[in-house]
């Protein structure tokens, strides 16, 4: 029957004329079944109506998948086309944090940029100053200079020293050491640099009083003041704006005593911990040793103790302690109700809710609970088990500080992190349980300042201020008798 019907339907299409010729087409399919194709065209319709078909089907049901992944990643609640629903539009929690980070990062770049781009502006314009008055300089007419007079016998007896022959006065000066012994520093008040004729070289005496034993700088007294920054390197990149830098007060084989460590602390997964031989290698950017966490470390708040380094893990108030010589986690533990991710920062924010120090009494947790209310609280940490052994509540707001450390058990607080001349405003005293407001100045060089604590190694603040790694020298008093 079937082979009548192919007959019956070539007998009409030879009949037809040349526009209703049709075709017979014969194949396999996918399957490899025998499968016949008739084409007949249309004898009233010259064009077929586009009418959707299972192409334009296709093409709207990948279009309704696409915009449910954009709503994902956006956040919006778009509607899909034509009421697919194979992708919920609901943004997932994860998704949407990595989009608000990566929106933050964007921000804190773009921040960055105009800061350079500011900074380019002001340099150029120093440096069109300094060509004008270079080219002021040049025009003014040279001066003679006077030729030197001999010091007199008396002045020789005294034992000044006097120019050697062919040498003029400036050339003399410059080779004359300072009171300090260092030839590089030329800024001495004693010298006076006005006509170029021989100057009777002045002593000047100034009277020191003998200690009276309020200072002592090898005890645990109280801090008294706080000396100028001294910077030690500026990091190479974006990612060195905020950072922690640190030293092993009772370092463990195979790292020394001088060892230095550093971690830069700006990206989501913040793993890499550089280490350094000493001060001069860490100037010159010069690591020995580079390790990689097993789990992201948050924010600048870690710290080293007893060949180990204590840091908060990311997005949990899990403490960890990290064994350098072994590389691997020697300890972790929650602090219990403590804050974090940006539940009770230091006023500059970076998620700075737990911050950890060590002094001479040993390791210590400074945060914040929901019960303090904000307030900030200070525990002593047992070293190994990172279980905490003692808690105290203080009455300072920690959101009202910028960053505080702990020296001789005593917690000391910053009161600003931007502003060029500060103070550090509070000590709470965990021996008394007792706290009060200070006022001692202290100094943010480069205007953001990330990170303060105490280096037992060094007996000096360690710093990271807008890219810079400082140091403060420390002058304390006498420990007063119990």
């Given at each position: 029957m079937f082979f009548l019907f192919l007959l019956c339907m070539c007998g009409l299409l030879l009949r037809g004329n040349a526009q209703d010729r049709a075709s017979l087409w014969r194949g396999n399919d996918r399957t490899g079944r025998c499968q016949y194709t008739f084409t007949v065209p249309s004898p009233?319709?010259?064009?077929?109506?586009?009418?959707?078909?299972?192409?334009?089907?296709?093409?709207?049901?990948?279009?309704?998948?696409?915009?449910?992944?954009?709503?994902?990643?956006?956040?919006?609640?778009?509607?899909p086309r034509g009421g697919h629903q194979g992708v919920s539009a609901r943004p997932q929690p994860e998704l949407q944090e990595a989009l608000n980070r990566a929106v933050g990062e964007r921000n804190l770049l773009q921040g960055e940029k105009e800061r350079l781009e500011r900074e380019l502006e002001t340099l150029?314009?120093?440096?069109?100053?300094?060509?004008?008055?270079?080219?002021?300089?040049?025009?003014?007419?040279?001066?003679?200079?006077?030729?030197?007079?001999?010091?007199?016998?008396?002045?020789?007896?005294?034992?000044?020293?006097?120019?050697?022959?062919?040498?003029?006065?400036?050339?003399?000066?410059?080779?004359?050491?300072?009171?300090?012994?260092?030839?590089?520093?030329?800024?001495?008040?004693?010298?006076?640099?006005?006509?170029?004729?021989?100057?009777?070289?002045?002593?000047?005496?100034?009277?020191?009083?003998?200690?009276?034993?309020?200072?002592?700088?090898?005890?645990?007294?109280?801090?008294?003041?706080?000396?100028?920054?001294?910077?030690?390197?500026?990091?190479?990149?974006?990612?060195?704006?905020?950072?922690?830098?640190?030293?092993?007060?009772?370092?463990?084989?195979?790292?020394?005593?001088?060892?230095?460590?550093?971690?830069?602390?700006?990206?989501?997964?913040?793993?890499?911990?550089?280490?350094?031989?000493?001060?001069?290698?860490l100037s010159k950017g010069f690591p020995s040793k580079v390790l990689l966490l097993p789990d992201p470390l948050e924010s600048t708040g870690a710290t080293m103790y007893r060949g180990s380094l204590y840091y908060q893990r990311r997005l949990?108030?899990?403490?960890?302690?990290?064994?350098?010589?072994?590389?691997?986690?020697?300890?972790?533990?929650?602090?219990?109700?403590?804050?974090?991710?940006?539940?009770?920062?230091?006023?500059?924010?970076?998620?700075?809710?737990?911050?950890?120090?060590?002094d001479e009494k040993g390791l210590w947790a400074i945060y914040s609970t929901s019960k303090a209310q904000g307030a900030i609280v200070i525990s002593k940490l047992d070293p190994h088990s990172l279980e905490v052994k003692k808690s105290w509540e203080t009455s300072i707001r920690k959101a009202s500080v910028a960053n505080s450390f702990m020296i001789c058990g005593k917690l000391y607080t910053v009161a600003s992190y931007a502003a060029r001349d500060t103070t550090i405003n509070h000590v709470y005293d965990t021996g008394t349980s007792q706290g009060k407001a200070v006022s001692i100045p202290f100094k943010n060089k480069y205007g953001y300042?990330?990170?303060?604590?105490?280096?037992?190694?060094?007996?000096?603040?360690?710093?990271?201020?807008?890219?810079?790694?400082?140091?403060?020298?420390?002058?304390?008093?006498?420990?007063?008798?119990?």
């Open positions: 009233m319709e010259a064009t077929c109506p586009q009418v959707g078909g299972p192409e334009v089907e296709g093409l709207k049901t990948r279009l309704s998948v696409l915009e449910a992944l954009m709503s994902q990643l956006s956040g919006k609640d778009l509607q150029k314009l120093r440096m069109d100053e300094m060509r004008r008055e270079t080219e002021r300089l040049r025009s003014r007419p040279c001066l003679t200079q006077n030729p030197v007079v001999a010091p007199s016998s008396t002045q020789q007896d005294w034992g000044r020293a006097r120019p050697a022959a062919g040498s003029n006065q400036m050339t003399h000066l410059m080779t004359r050491p300072n009171r300090q012994g260092d030839s590089s520093n030329l800024r001495d008040s004693a010298w006076q640099y006005g006509a170029l004729s021989f100057q009777e070289l002045k002593a000047e005496v100034t009277e020191v009083p003998a200690p009276d034993g309020t200072v002592d700088n090898t005890g645990c007294g109280e801090v008294v003041s706080v000396g100028e920054p001294v910077t030690h390197r500026k990091a190479d990149n974006i990612a060195g704006k905020y950072g922690v830098w640190m030293q092993d007060p009772e370092a463990v084989s195979p790292y020394g005593p001088n060892m230095l460590w550093r971690i830069d602390t700006i990206g989501t997964e913040i793993r890499q911990l550089y280490g350094y031989d000493d001060m001069e290698q949990s108030r899990t403490l960890i302690r990290y064994d350098l010589a072994a590389e691997h986690v020697a300890a972790r533990r929650e602090l219990p109700h403590a804050g974090f991710h940006g539940q009770f920062p230091y006023s500059w924010g970076g998620y700075t809710d737990i911050d950890l120090s060590v300042n990330s990170m303060i604590d105490y280096s037992l190694a060094q007996r000096k603040l360690f710093a990271w201020d807008n890219f810079h790694l400082v140091s403060y020298d420390l002058r304390l008093g006498r420990q007063q008798a119990n």
